[in-house]
T-cell receptor, first 115, second 115 residues
Framework: AQSVTQLGSHVSVSEGALVLLRCNYS??????LFWYVQYPNQGLQLLLK??????LVKGINGFEAEFKKSETSFHLTKPSAHMSDAAEYFC?????????????FGTGTQLKVEL | KAGVTQTPRYLIKTRGQQVTLSCSPI?????VSWYQQTPGQGLQFLFEYFSETQRNKGNFPGRFSGRQFSNSRSEMNVSTLELGDSALYLC??????????????FGPGTRLTVT
């Protein structure tokens, strides 16, 4: 079974500082990986996706992630945090067996941005 | 394009009752998935429908069921509600080509409270 592990349930950074949210995956087949963001009382918004093309993936709002097979990692980064980035972030892996589309999510990382 | 819509947004039910939640996918998306989000269990996959057929099912009791209509709209039903069913229920849709589905786009969710 595929799974993802997010290290750090809470991360706090200063505005303007680097954001690094960690995600490690476990998969017996080449994975499709995703990062989603959730703002309070809202659904999930897709930030970016990795689907076996370029290993460095750029997403919305200045976020990017690098797929590293040797480290089984897909960490999310942003060079300079903004107050509006405060939200919960979820890493997910897609189980595409049989053409299906089940997402398995990590436990989430709450990002706090301080002045 | 309009996003994924879910109705109702908020719902309060009593233990033992049943509830039906509705989801309208993005136009052209034929795959619809449902997820349950709770503070204790996080985001968990319920089921996925494609072309009116259930393609994947998560590890939930039979009280949770769903269906998809010919216009790709989907409903999920929970019978004999329990307090533990209180959660945010998220619907997601994705484009499908050649039997394979792509990234999922989420609706705002239905907040179900069981008293």
């Amino acid at each position: 079974a595929q799974s993802v592990t997010q290290l750090g349930s809470h991360v706090s950074v200063s505005e303007g500082a680097l954001v690094l949210l960690r995600c490690n995956y476990s998969s017996s087949v080449p994975p499709y990986l995703f990062w989603y963001v959730q703002y309070p009382n809202q659904g999930l918004q897709l930030l970016l996706k990795y689907t076996s093309a370029a290993t460095l993936v750029k997403g919305i709002n200045g976020f990017e992630a690098e797929f590293k097979k040797s480290e089984t990692s897909f960490h999310l980064t942003k060079p300079s945090a903004h107050m509006s980035d405060a939200a919960e972030y979820f890493c997910a892996v897609s189980d595409r067996e049989g053409g299906g589309n089940k997402l398995t999510f990590g436990t989430g990382t709450q990002l706090k941005v301080e002045l | 394009k309009a996003g994924v819509t879910q109705t109702p947004r908020y719902l309060i039910k009593t233990r033992g009752q049943q509830v039906t939640l509705s989801c309208s996918p993005i136009s052209g998306h034929r795959s619809v998935s449902w997820y349950q989000q709770t503070p204790g269990q996080g985001l968990q996959f319920l089921f996925e429908y494609f072309s009116e057929t259930q393609r994947n099912k998560g590890n939930f009791p039979g009280r949770f069921s769903g269906r998809q209509f010919s216009n790709s709209r989907s409903e999920m039903n929970v019978s004999t509600l329990e307090l533990g069913d209180s959660a945010l229920y998220l619907c997601a849709s994705s484009f499908t080509s050649g039997g394979s589905s792509y990234e999922q786009y989420f609706g705002p969710g239905t907040r179900l409270t069981v008293t």
